[in-house]
């Protein structure tokens, strides 16, 4: 079992940055990937950013790149989703995930077994 928990979440301004973290206990190494999710209320879970463990590589949903970025710690198991130039539309609860799944890039939520608690971002136009 991983235990997944988030943090960093909260209110902005559009355009400003905001960056969350999410740290792995328990059997981490099981874990192939991580990734972020995001979910507005009435909407289905939608993929943001992925990082395949072993490799470091990264992969993003279309309406993300060149604005968020991935990254995970060195030595621990704990990843990072840096958000710049953010958008109201950006406003959602974001999720933290973790796969066992082998695979090139991991997009659907069906492919993670562990999710984390939730972290809420706003975004004020």
């Known amino acids: 079992q991983v235990q997944l928990v988030e943090s960093g979440g909260g209110f902005v301004q559009a355009g400003d940055s905001l960056r969350l973290s999410c740290t792995a206990s328990g059997r981490a190494f099981s874990i192939r990937h991580m990734a972020w999710f995001r979910q507005v209320l009435g909407k289905e879970r939608e993929f943001v950013a992925g990082?395949?463990?072993?490799?470091?590589?990264?992969y993003y949903a279309d309406s993300v790149k060149g604005r968020f970025t991935i990254s995970r710690a060195r030595a621990e198991a704990r990843i990072y989703l840096q958000m710049d130039s953010l958008q109201s539309k950006a406003t959602a609860v974001y999720y933290c995930?973790?796969?066992?799944?082998?695979?090139?890039?991991?997009?659907?939520?069906?492919?993670?077994?562990?999710w984390g608690q939730g972290a809420q971002v706003t975004v004020s136009s």
């Open positions: 995930a973790a796969s066992r799944i082998e695979g090139s890039r991991n997009v659907d939520s069906e492919d993670y077994d562990w």
């Open positions: 990082l395949r463990w072993n490799s470091w590589s990264q």
